[in-house]
């Protein structure tokens, strides 16, 4: 039995963490700068990030490498780092959690390239698969104990990811999509086509995350649930709904609070593991924490 399927068979929930790019803009990340090179420039900040979220009660952290593929770090000029940036990212990680006293795992976390597929793009399927393959080797070599491919849109990316990954690894895969467009993903994929097709592909979890708010997140996963009711259905919401703040900058509705009855909310639409996306914070994830009846934050 693999980590993940291990700890899933000792809680009814597992707490995801909360959002990574919130919380390093707060610590001084400048707009449109990488957030990978902070594994190598600031691994202190990135470290405490993790470190507040494991000790508000997340069992599963995410690396800081979202964005760590090779085509997305090359609009940085940082794409022949790639695999230096990755396994920092899952070594922080790793280090962040040490002598927290209830189950922690760490997921590699892999986003989308930003390229549309071809014919509407440039991107051809061979050098996405690619490009995953080796995010995800220097992930596993960082100690990554899973994989978390999020926030794509697009059914044929996603699916690049997963066989990337299974060119390199074993390791169990979470596969999650964002379904911000009128309850579908961009590529107007329905949760209920999700969750068939990614499910067919060998995943240990499936989701929704990130999204157009509290609502349609719990929307998405429980239709997710209704269609796969045997499957590990995962609900990762940002922080309610996104306004103007001060100066320009974007902040979200969400209150810890607000979250804690999201948390109760995806537990009885199936979800069994249950994190927020961008807006949020440790305080959040404190609140949720509390509300699914952990006791040992």
Not at 30 to 43: A, D, F, K, Q, T
Not at 44 to 62: F, K, P, Q, T
């Amino acid at each position: 039995m693999d980590k993940l399927q291990e700890l899933l068979s000792q809680e009814p929930v597992l707490l995801g963490d909360g959002a990574m790019g919130t919380m390093l803009f707060a610590a001084g990340l400048e707009p449109g700068s990488s957030p990978e090179l902070w594994n190598v420039e600031h691994p202190d900040r990135v470290m405490a990030v993790h470190r507040a979220y494991a000790e508000a009660g997340s069992n599963l952290i995410l690396t800081n490498t979202f964005g760590g593929n090779r085509i997305r770090l090359a609009r940085h000029g940082l794409g022949e780092r790639t695999a230096e940036l990755n396994r920092a990212g899952a070594r922080i990680a790793r280090e962040a959690v040490a002598g927290i006293r209830h189950p922690v795992l760490i997921g590699g976390d892999i986003g989308p390239t930003g390229e549309m597929f071809a014919p509407m793009g440039a991107l051809e399927e061979d050098a996405a698969i690619e490009a995953f393959a080796e995010q995800a080797a220097a992930l596993q070599e960082g100690g990554a104990d899973y994989f978390q491919v999020e926030t794509f849109g697009d059914l044929r990316e996603i699916e690049a990811a997963i066989q990337g990954i299974r060119r390199v690894s074993s390791l169990p895969i979470v596969a999650t999509m964002s379904f911000d467009t009128r309850r579908r993903t961009m590529m107007g994929v329905r949760p209920e086509e999700a969750a068939r097709r990614l499910l067919a592909l060998g995943v240990a979890a499936i989701g929704s995350n990130c999204g157009a708010g509290l609502d349609d997140t719990l929307f998405t996963v429980g239709q997710m649930h209704q269609v796969e009711p045997g499957a590990v259905i995962v609900s990762k919401s940002n922080a309610g709904l996104p306004k103007h703040g001060p100066g320009g900058s974007v902040v979200y509705e969400g209150s810890p609070e607000m979250m804690a009855d999201y948390a109760l909310n995806a537990k009885e639409a199936g979800a069994r593991i249950i994190g927020a996306c961008c807006g949020s914070s440790p305080a959040h994830l404190r609140a949720m924490a509390q509300a699914l009846g952990r006791t040992d934050v």
